[in-house]
């Protein structure tokens, strides 16, 4: 098994651009987990998604970020325009539903907005 | 609501030298499982261990253990005979049945082992 599979491991991007940020979940995960993690705050939960529905998406800072599940083996998390105050390493984790074995996190993106 | 809470911020030894980090928990569930992961230098987080409510037998996986006590809510983690390879963040978690099993992190240990 590869593992969770994101891309690209690191992007540096210009303040205003539109980043995307790539995720392959475990085959046979049915619940997918996008995480941003910075010095201030720690590890946050952004949005997760149980078969491809987006559950619950409440850790969104801002209309500038979108994630999407369009199948169970790709998604992705949009920022558009990027700020600097987003610059962040950004976690996709999967897991099966319902399960207490916890997640399996990809290496993640860490991104810098200049 | 739930909560991880992992008052050492950082944490300095020696090689050689055993270190303990600290996790306290709260729940109302009575069913949770509790998590130790690993963040290196590197940046991927790296499961460590598992363990639900229902198993409070502590654990022993070569030089790490962890020490699990329901009546204090805590989950420390222990590496005995400490060595540069430990240095990294280390990150407690709590998920529970009536958050859908969400990941509930906290705030993370960095260790540094000093040669």
């Known amino acids: 098994d590869a593992g969770v599979i994101q891309s690209p491991r690191h992007e540096v991007t210009e303040m205003g651009q539109e980043v995307t940020l790539r995720c392959k979940p475990i085959?046979?995960?049915?619940?997918l987990f996008w995480y941003r993690q910075t010095m201030m705050r720690g590890l946050e939960l952004l949005i997760y998604?149980?078969?491809?529905?987006?559950?619950?998406d409440s850790g969104m800072p801002e209309d500038r970020f979108s994630a999407k599940m369009p199948n169970a083996s790709f998604s992705t998390l949009k920022i558009q325009p990027s700020e600097p105050r987003d610059s962040a390493v950004y976690f996709c984790?999967?897991?099966?539903?319902?399960?207490?074995?916890?997640?399996?996190f990809g290496s993640g993106t860490r991104l810098t907005v200049v | 609501a739930q909560k991880v809470t992992q008052a050492q911020t950082e944490i300095s030894v020696v090689e050689k030298e055993d270190v303990t980090l600290d996790c306290v928990y709260e729940?109302?569930?009575?069913?949770?499982?509790l998590f130790w992961y690993k963040q290196p230098p590197s940046g991927e987080l790296v499961f460590l261990i598992r363990?639900?409510?229902?198993?409070?037998q502590n654990e022993i996986s070569g030089r790490y253990s962890w020490n699990f006590q329901k009546s204090t809510s805590s989950f420390n983690f222990t590496i005995t005979a400490s060595q540069v390879v430990d240095s990294a963040v280390y990150f407690c978690?709590?998920?529970?049945?009536?958050?859908?099993?969400?990941?509930?992190f906290g705030a993370g240990t960095t260790v540094t082992v000093r040669a």
């Open positions: 984790a999967s897991s099966f539903r319902g399960s207490n074995y916890g997640y399996t």
């Open positions: 085959s046979g995960h049915n619940s």
């Open positions: 998604f149980n078969n491809n529905v987006p559950i619950d």
């Open positions: 729940t109302r569930d009575t069913t949770y499982y």
């Open positions: 363990r639900n409510s229902f198993d409070e």
């Open positions: 978690a709590l998920s529970v049945p009536s958050n859908d099993y969400k990941l509930s």
